[in-house]
């Protein structure tokens, strides 16, 4: 995996590298004067702005990535002539445990028919009403406590749209101190100060992705705002402890391979691809304050989604993600998984884009925001593999007419009509296992 997760590492460089050269652009330079003072003016409207991007292009999309996921192979393991790793039929070729049905319904407990959810608006049990003023007034009593703890058992039945930003605060544990917004202002300094090349691969992306949406287009300004600090945040390099890729250096001009002159490059070590900006998109419309929406955002990043962009085998790790779909499309639907494969239609082809996004851009938001609810109440990504198969089963009567990829494509083109919660229940508790 680290292998792996190095030759990927090289090949983003070599395509940041090679941009540079071919468009004499350095990595990083001091802006002069004139420009400080204009970045500064239009801090707060730099949508506005319509820079010349023609040129640049995304270091890699998630198609890229999901190449190197379906090169993937264990070099201790011997499939031979057996039919060992259960005949797995899909792309990914790492047999990594993953989780089956009756092993998620154990761990998502609280999405199961009997329990309230927010997100479900004919719960045979309790009318719903009454189960959401009685889940309002837990969750304030939850607030009040100021207890993490209990506030991330209660998100897992949903939380309500007014306590919500509340809530995520309390979980993630940011509280905005006055040494927090002075740490957000300065980078802001450093982001007026410095011209960086990642600079133009943010802008670019807003505008390929973000800009062009029906709900995130009026938070352009934000989305730049928060991108160009955290791409200065030296602090989201702690995250590299514990994530197995590794920060990208560079070196002073001159003096290529002696470390006492290497830096890491962007500072905070991480290179957006195509669609990252779709990451801090959502979080606009629970947090108004710049200096609270770039915390909440940092600490979701370094607890949940650089794993979707790096190659482990954690159980949240986009590799596990990719092969629990799998498995579940396999062992569950294997009519519909036998008939995508036939007509060269994998469906991992199609989820990918999904999951390495966490569904942000796919699903309508009040639906995304349900859907994150119960990636930190779960403190799991889990949750998005099983939601891309329960895509596939709600749509499976219309799949297994399609006879191309196209085809296949066309039916999942549009998600934002479903009703998230109605389809994880329906899959993981009403499925014959």
Not at 222 to 246: E, I, K, M, P, W
Not at 296 to 304: H, K, N
Not at 371 to 389: F, H, K, M, P, T
Request: proline content about 5%; overall charge negative.
């Amino acid at each position: 995996m680290r292998k792996a997760q190095g030759s990927w590492e090289k090949r983003i460089l070599k395509s940041l590298n090679s941009m540079c050269t071919e468009l004499s652009i350095p990595l990083a330079r001091k802006r002069p004067v004139g420009e400080q003072k204009e970045l500064l003016n239009k801090w707060n409207e730099m949508g506005t702005d319509e820079p010349d991007l023609s040129l640049f292009r995304p270091v890699y999309a998630p198609k890229d990535f999901l190449e190197v996921l379906i090169n993937l192979r264990n070099p201790n393991y011997e499939n031979g002539d057996s039919l060992s790793f259960r005949t797995h039929l899909g792309l990914i070729q790492v047999p990594l445990k993953v989780k089956d049905i009756p092993e998620l319904k154990e761990f998502f407990v609280e999405l199961g028919l009997t329990t309230g959810q927010l997100g479900i608006d004919d719960s045979t049990q309790v009318p719903p009403e009454l189960f959401e003023n009685e889940h309002v007034r837990i969750g304030q009593k939850v607030l009040a406590e100021q207890d993490s703890a209990a506030a991330q058992q209660y998100i897992r039945q949903g939380s309500p749209t007014a306590l919500r930003a509340e809530l995520w605060a309390l979980i993630l544990n940011i509280s905005s101190q006055p040494e927090d917004i002075l740490y957000y202002e300065q980078l802001k300094t450093n982001v007026i100060q410095h011209d960086l090349l990642v600079d133009s691969l943010i802008y670019k992306d807003v505008k390929l992705t973000a800009s062009n949406d029906d709900y995130y287009f009026v938070f352009e300004d934000y989305l730049y705002q928060v991108l160009l600090c955290f791409s200065r945040d030296t602090s989201v390099l702690g995250h590299f402890a514990y994530n197995s890729a590794s920060p990208p250096k560079s070196y002073i001009r001159g003096k290529l391979g002696l470390e006492e002159y290497a830096v890491f490059y962007p500072p905070n070590g991480v290179i957006p691809f195509h669609g990252f900006s779709m990451y801090v998109a959502p979080l606009c419309f629970l947090y108004h304050e710049p200096s609270k929406l770039y915390q909440i955002f940092r600490e979701m990043y370094v607890r949940f989604f650089f794993r979707l962009h790096s190659i482990s085998s954690h159980p949240s790790g986009i590799v596990s993600l990719c092969l629990l779909f799998e498995t579940l499309l396999q062992t569950y639907l294997p009519q519909l998984f036998y008939h995508l494969r036939e007509i060269g239609a994998q469906p991992l082809r199609i989820s990918f884009k999904w999951m390495v996004r966490a569904f942000s851009g796919y699903l309508a938001t009040d639906q995304l925001l349900l859907l994150w609810d119960r990636i930190l109440g779960y403190n799991s990504l889990e949750i998005l593999a099983v939601l891309a198969a329960a895509v596939f089963a709600f749509r499976a009567v219309n799949l297994m007419e399609v006879t191309s990829l196209a085809a296949a494509e066309a039916v999942l083109a549009d998600l934002s009509t479903l009703k998230v919660m109605p389809l994880l229940q329906i899959f993981l508790f009403a499925t014959v296992t």
